[in-house]
């Protein structure tokens, strides 16, 4: 099994920065794709960014490209998003997510293991 830990979330004002944290544990894995996902309230959980193994490759929703960044440090089994010019529209919880390949998915589905999720509240 593997546990995943979200941390870094909580208010910001718009236009301000959080740093989320994702911490794996347990099993490990030759090469496995780390994403962030979140979830708005009334909304379906939407895909926010995914990273290779290597870290050489990342993929962002349109929403966040340019505003957000992904990265990983494998010595820590540790991803981060790095989320810059917050905008209201960004408030929802955000989670975790492992896939066991090291080819990026969009997909919610093609994870295999989600964290519990963590708050992000961007106020105007």
């Known amino acids: 099994q593997v546990q995943l830990v979200e941390s870094g979330g909580g208010l910001a004002q718009a236009g301000g920065s959080l740093r989320l944290s994702c911490a794996a544990s347990g099993r490990t894995f030759r090469s496995f794709t780390m994403g962030w996902f979140r979830q708005a309230p009334g909304k379906d959980r939407e895909f926010v960014a995914a990273i290779s193994w290597s870290g050489g490759v990342a993929y962002y929703a349109d929403s966040v490209k340019g505003r957000f960044t992904i990265s990983r440090d494998n010595t820590k089994n540790t991803v981060y998003l790095q989320m810059n010019s917050l905008e209201p529209v960004d408030t929802a919880v955000y989670y975790c997510?492992?896939?066991?390949?090291?080819?990026?998915?969009?997909?919610?589905?093609?994870?295999?293991?989600w964290g519990q999720g963590t708050q992000v509240t961007v106020s105007s």
């Open positions: 997510a492992l896939r066991t390949t090291n080819h990026l998915s969009r997909l919610r589905d093609e994870y295999e293991y």
